[in-house]
């Protein structure tokens, strides 16, 4: 998250539509192991905190339209929130 952070206040603005794609399909894969009280299920946990922040700087960055183009991906993404 620090780095999306970062990239943003630096003017990229289309790193962090790529983190999220990459943490949102690393965090579908991680959702399919059965994890107990193990070392994964704490890297699992600090996984979903950080997609979590990663989606509210996107979120930050389309409501000020920052954000490049709004593709049908991201339109999809919106509709079944």
Partial sequence: PRYVVNQVLAGNYDCPRKVLRFLTDLHAAFRMLNLRNDFLRKKFDSLKYDLKRVEEVYYDM?????ANGDSAEDNGTQGQS
């Fill in 62 to 66: 389309k409501i000020r339209h920052l």
